[in-house]
């Protein structure tokens, strides 16, 4: 199917990496075609991880002289609109936006995991912000999404259970899966070059948003003046950008206006909460999830 995000449409690729079999042709274009230049901005994530919240945030950190806060396109767009996906928005067949043409500075997002960047973008210097969330929490968060696209795209088939979503997820088949080595990818690579990759936690820039704000403004070249901090600049971001103004915008209510994966932009927002996870799996999966974190993410100096 075109739009298909099911397990069954997950496809092996390069040996170690599941990708949902219509976003694959985006991915290899991506590889071939994509020319970085120094002054992008790249955002990086496994999906369900806290894309489309990042996304809001960068475009605001640095349009935030562009617009005011009373006619902001965040008001009225979803932010998968105002930062586009690599592989779904622009390096498909049907894109009519020529990357090439974009003035600087250009700000994507992407899903390939950081082995399979494309050259260009590991050879250029431009930065790049990693957002990763409690696996748990994403386990969650994909089965919802992916029974949303099921049931719209997927009719023939029966919505995933808990316990296959678990499964699937646990032995790394979730989309550009496996889950732990898509984070210790970034892990590693931004331990090599913290001037270059910022790793942030949805969980941490849950309960402390101002401190990881700055982190994020400082990193991407925009940091907040103190008169900008004395403005409460930063407050009126991170109030443009939550979960309760973003999940009510008009856009999301439409049914007839779908995001570039096909599905209403509704689907972006469910909770946005950290830890619900507990409301959904049983004692025997956390414990199960829990020692694959432990094991993979063993001398790693993170957790959750
Ligand atoms: P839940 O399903 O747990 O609610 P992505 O954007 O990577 O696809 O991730 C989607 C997850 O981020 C969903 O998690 C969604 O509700 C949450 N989310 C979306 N916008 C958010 C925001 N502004 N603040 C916090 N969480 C947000």
Redesign the pocket.
Known sequence: TENGWSSSNLVLYQGSRYVPNNFLQGVMAVQQHFKARPTDILLT?I???????MK?LIFSIVNRTHYDFTTHPLLTHNPQDCVPTLETNLYRKTSITNPDLLPSPRLFSTHISCSSLPKSIIDSSCQIVYICRNPK?VL??NR??GNKIRAKFNKDQPLLSLAEAFQLFCKGASPFGPYWEHVLGFWKASLEQPERILFLKYEDL?SNPLVYLRKLAQHLGYPFSLEEEKQGVLEKILNL???QN??NLEVNKNPDKVSHVGVEYSA??????VG?WKNHLTADMIEHIDRITEQKFHGCDFSF
């Open positions: 994530a999906p369900k991880s806290g894309t489309t919240w809001a929490d969650v968060s919802y999404f849950r950008c939550s979960f973003l999940s972006f927002f469910r909770k946005g909460q619900d």
